[in-house]
C-alpha cells in the first residue's frame, strides 16, 4: 500500500518537479526511495546549505518551487542560511526535512529540536506532517510557495508518519492552477498615468518583483512610449537589455552609487517595476515620490508608496503605454553624460599591477570573451559591487546574485543550479577567495555532474570589503586577511581543470578553453583590490 512518503513524492510529480537537492539520512530513506520510483532526480551535494540554493535558483529559473530534502537534526539546521536566502531572493521553494518520529520523541531528546518553530521566522508557512491529509498539505505547501510574493515553506516529515499507509488519495489534488490574474482598478491606473506624465523626470527602477521572462516585452513597450531613463537592481539585470539607449545602471549598493544616488536626486517621480526594498542597501527611495507597480506588495512599514498598483505587471505597464504620455525634462544629452561619467568611473587605472590583474579589467575582458546569452552567478564580497556595474546583462534570468540576504558562498551552487536547468548555455560562477573557500567541496558536485561551469575565483586573500569599511570608520584592518590557497593546485583533486591566470594571455585563453571543455574549469585570477579601493 502507498505511503505517507510516496504521497509526498507523488504530489511533487505532479507538480513538474524533476530533481530533489540534498543529503540522505536514515530518516529519509522512504520519501527518496519513493522519488526515485517516480523518477524524480535526486542531487547530491556536499553540503545542505549548498542544495538549499541550487534548490532555491532552480526555483528562480522556473518560478515554480524548487526542491530541497534532508535528514533531521543538523541536516536541518543547516539549512537555514539557504532558507533564510531564498526568503529574502523572493525565491520559491519547498524545504522539506525528516524530524524525530513521533513516537519516541517525548523520550528521546536526541537530535529533537523544534523545527516548525525554527525555520518559521524564514518561511512563508511552517508546517510538521502528520497521517492525516499530507496529499494535500504539500500541494498547499507548493502553492503558497509561488502565490503572492514567492519565497520558501518548510514541511517537517517525522519518520513514523513517512512510512504510514496513506488514506485513499484524493483525487481532485493536482497541480497548481494559477490564481485567475488581478489588475489595479481603472481608477488607479488613471491616477498613476497622470503621476507620470505630470512629472518633469521620472525615473523607472527595475527589480525582483516580476515574472521577468513576461514582463520584459511590455516593459519594453512602455519605456519606448513613456521614454523615461531606467535603472534595474542586480536581481532584475538583463531585463532591460542593457545596450538600450534609455538603460542607465544597476542600483542598490552598486560601485558608482554615488553618481546614481545624483540622478534620483534630480528626477521627481521614481517609478518602482517590481522593485522590492529586500535589495537596497539604503532607503533611497524614500527621497522621492514613489509609484509602485509589481506582483505583490511591497511596502514596508517606514515605506509607504504614494500609489501601490498589485497585479499583473506586463497588464498594468500595457495599459500605461495607451494613456497620453506627458513630455518629460530629461535632456538626452544629459543622460548620455550620465553613462560617460559611470563609464569613466569604473575604469581602471591600471589594467595590472605586481600584485595582480585589475578586477574592474577581468569583468569586462570576460564579458567581451563569452556569448550573449551566457549566465553569470555571482558571489557576495567586493568583487559583487564592481561586477554588477561593469558587466552587461541582455536577457532576464542571466544574472544570478544574492543580493537580498547577500550570503557567501553562494556562486558556485548557483552555477550548478543553472547549469542543469540550462545545460546547453555557458554558465560561469564569479567569485572570491573567500567565498569559494565555504564551498570547495561543490567542485566535486560539479565534476561528478559532469557540468562543465567555468568558476571564475579573485584571489586577495582578503575580506576586502570588511577590510574597507574599518578602513574609512578609521580602525585598524583586523581578522579579514587569510593566507594563500591553490585554487588551481586543488581543482584536479576534485575532478576539475585548474589554471593559474597571471597575465591578460593567461586568462583569455583560460576562458577560451573553460568554454569548450567538457568539465568544469577553475580559473584562478590573483587581482590588485586597487580598483575597490578607487570604485567602492
Known sequence: MPTIADAVARILAVNGVRRVFG?????????MAACRRLGLAFVLTRHENAACIMASVTGELTRRPGVVLATVGPGATNLVNGVANAFLERAPLLVISAQVATSVAPALPHQRLDLEALFRPITKWSHTLTGKDAASTVQRALDIAVEGRPGPVYLALPGDVARMEEPAPDPRIGPYQSLPTIAPSPYDLDSAARMISEARKPLALVGVGVDPIATRPSLLRWLDAARTPVAVTPKAKGLIPEDHPLFMATCTGMAGDRLFSELVQEADLLIGVGFDPTEAIRPFYLERPFLSMA?????????????????????????????????????????AGFRQRLAAFLTPSLDHTRLGLSPARVFGRLRDLTPRDTILTVDTGAHKLLVGQVWRSYQPQTYLVSHGLSTMGQALPAALAAKLAQPDRAVIAVTGDGGLAMVLSELETASRLRLSVLVVVLCDRSLHLIRLHQERKGFQPAGVDFGPIDFAGIAPGLGCHGVRALTWPEFDAAVAAGLTTDRPTVIEVPVDPADYNQML
Open 23 to 31: 543529503l540522505p539520512g536514515g530518516e529519509i530513506a522512504e520519501i
Open 295 to 335: 506582483e505583490y506588495g511591497v511596502a514596508e512599514p517606514a515605506f509607504i508608496p504614494a500609489l501601490e498598483l498589485i497585479g499583473s505587471v506586463p497588464d498594468t505597464l500595457d495599459a500605461l503605454t495607451a494613456k497620453p504620455q506627458g513630455r518629460h525634462a530629461w535632456s538626452p544629452d544629459a543622460l
